[in-house]
């Protein structure tokens, strides 16, 4: 399983980003995603998860309105959309995956990409 996250960058406060996780090494419709975050010295934390069906689990209350979830599961990509960021949001961003079909506790996700930078400031 394999897994990278893409499409990082800076944007200022109120902007968008989207974020591409490609997937490999198993069967993406078969499979719930997560988006993880760190900042800095903070802990990493769950940030939303998608069912295979598309329907979204989020773990992190600020990113409800603002942050969503779509897949393609045909050829192997998640994206993140957000929208109206908060420097709050800077932060590396990763997907990730339980191997399995349903959006599990935060802690029990196994399966990591390398993350990906996001930065909002003015």
């Known amino acids: 399983v394999q897994l990278q996250a893409s499409g990082g960058g800076l944007v200022q406060p109120g902007g968008s980003l989207r974020l591409s996780c490609a997937a490999s090494g198993f069967t993406l419709s078969d499979i719930a995603i997560g988006w993880f975050r760190q900042a800095p010295g903070k802990e990493r934390e769950g940030v939303l998860c998608s069912y295979p069906n598309g329907t979204i689990t989020y773990y992190e209350d600020s990113a409800k309105g603002r942050f969503t979830i779509s897949r393609d599961n045909a050829n192997k990509e998640v994206y993140l959309q957000m929208d109206s960021l908060k420097p709050g949001d800077t932060a590396i961003y990763y997907c990730?995956?339980?191997?399995?079909?349903?959006?599990?506790?935060?802690?029990?996700?196994?399966?990591w990409g390398r993350g990906t930078q996001v930065t909002v400031s003015s």
């Open positions: 990730a995956s339980a191997a399995t079909w349903h959006c599990p506790n935060p802690r029990e996700y196994n399966y």
